[in-house]
């Protein structure tokens, strides 16, 4: 993150903008209603912190088990980032773009279930929940914390099926030739932790060595993200040309719902 910071010269971190980005933290409370106590703030303090707490009744033993969630802002208005305080994924990250592709993740599905929900991605540490743009976080946020809270305490598995669980797209195979396996070092190591800090990803989907043409795909917070073309094109395309020099452009690659998104954005 800090060498990509100082290739955008400690602008906005790749074409995200940082102003707004504060950590709140909220709990809910596993009780017949959902109860709030914010926090105030000394005077001429920020950010401001909330926090509210999260109690879950164990009737075997008799006493409540507390979780505190934390959510932090997102470059796009409509995703937020919630840390559960335990890690999520193990092994890189998951998007569901749809409730049809959560149908393998007991977290993914239920946060589905909740009215609003447009897409779920898991990062290492942090839940990217993304909603409607007439949906309420005010609403929804009591909402997410019950089920990512629900989840935690349930003991079920993050995958009912491990093994199409975290995207290996730059995993470097035998085959690769030496631009491709630049292009994925790249992307992993450099690239991918400083995307994954705004909430979402960044997939490698091919590179044409005729063009010198890179496809990625944009996910989590990120693939709705206004800023995204802005992302691909002062951070990530820059830095791939300076150290890839086969490398002449990169290209976004839309899933079936941004393209919906794109098209009905077109006609209005």
């Given at each position: 993150?800090?060498?990509?910071g100082?290739?955008?010269?400690?602008g906005?971190?790749?074409g995200f903008?940082?102003?707004n980005?504060h950590?709140?933290?909220?709990?809910?409370?596993?009780?017949?209603?959902?109860?709030?106590?914010?926090?105030t703030s000394?005077?001429?303090?920020?950010?401001l912190y909330t926090s509210q707490?999260?109690?879950i009744?164990?009737?075997?033993?008799?006493q409540?088990r507390?979780?505190f969630i934390?959510?932090?802002?997102t470059?796009?208005?409509?995703?937020?980032m919630?840390?559960?305080?335990k890690?999520?994924m193990d092994?890189?990250?998951a998007?569901?773009?749809n409730a049809?592709?959560a149908?393998?993740?007991p977290?993914?599905?239920?946060?589905?279930g909740?009215d609003g929900?447009t897409?779920v991605f898991?990062?290492?540490?942090?839940?990217?929940v993304t909603?409607?743009?007439?949906a309420s976080w005010?609403i929804?946020?009591p909402e997410i914390?019950?089920?990512?809270?629900d989840?935690?305490s349930?003991g079920?598995?993050l995958f009912l099926?491990s093994e199409?669980?975290?995207a290996?797209?730059?995993a470097?195979?035998?085959?690769?030739s030496?631009?491709?396996a630049?292009?994925?070092e790249l992307?992993?190591?450099?690239?991918?932790?400083a995307?994954?800090?705004?909430?979402g990803?960044?997939v490698?989907r091919?590179?044409?060595p005729e063009t010198?043409?890179v496809?990625?795909?944009?996910?989590g917070?990120?693939s709705?993200?206004p800023?995204s073309?802005v992302?691909?094109?002062?951070?990530i395309e820059?830095?791939?040309?300076?150290?890839v020099?086969e490398?002449?452009?990169?290209?976004?690659?839309l899933?079936?719902e941004?393209?919906d998104?794109?098209?009905a954005?077109q006609m209005?």
């Amino acid at each position: 993150m800090r060498g990509l910071g100082r290739l955008l010269k400690r602008g906005n971190r790749l074409g995200f903008s940082k102003h707004n980005n504060h950590r709140f933290i909220f709990s809910a409370t596993r009780t017949v209603s959902y109860s709030s106590s914010p926090v105030t703030s000394p005077p001429n303090s920020f950010p401001l912190y909330t926090s509210q707490q999260s109690r879950i009744w164990n009737p075997f033993q008799g006493q409540r088990r507390t979780m505190f969630i934390q959510t932090q802002s997102t470059p796009n208005p409509s995703s937020l980032m919630f840390y559960p305080g335990k890690p999520v994924m193990d092994v890189g990250s998951a998007d569901f773009p749809n409730a049809r592709s959560a149908m393998n993740s007991p977290l993914a599905r239920a946060l589905y279930g909740i009215d609003g929900i447009t897409r779920v991605f898991f990062g290492s540490d942090f839940v990217t929940v993304t909603k409607s743009e007439d949906a309420s976080w005010d609403i929804l946020k009591p909402e997410i914390f019950a089920v990512i809270m629900d989840f935690y305490s349930s003991g079920q598995p993050l995958f009912l099926d491990s093994e199409a669980a975290a995207a290996k797209d730059t995993a470097i195979h035998e085959d690769d030739s030496e631009t491709v396996a630049m292009i994925k070092e790249l992307l992993e190591t450099r690239i991918r932790p400083a995307v994954q800090d705004d909430g979402g990803d960044i997939v490698y989907r091919g590179f044409d060595p005729e063009t010198g043409i890179v496809k990625l795909q944009m996910q989590g917070a990120c693939s709705g993200c206004p800023s995204s073309s802005v992302t691909l094109k002062s951070g990530i395309e820059n830095m791939l040309m300076h150290y890839v020099p086969e490398v002449k452009s990169v290209e976004q690659e839309l899933d079936a719902e941004d393209e919906d998104a794109a098209v009905a954005g077109q006609m209005d």
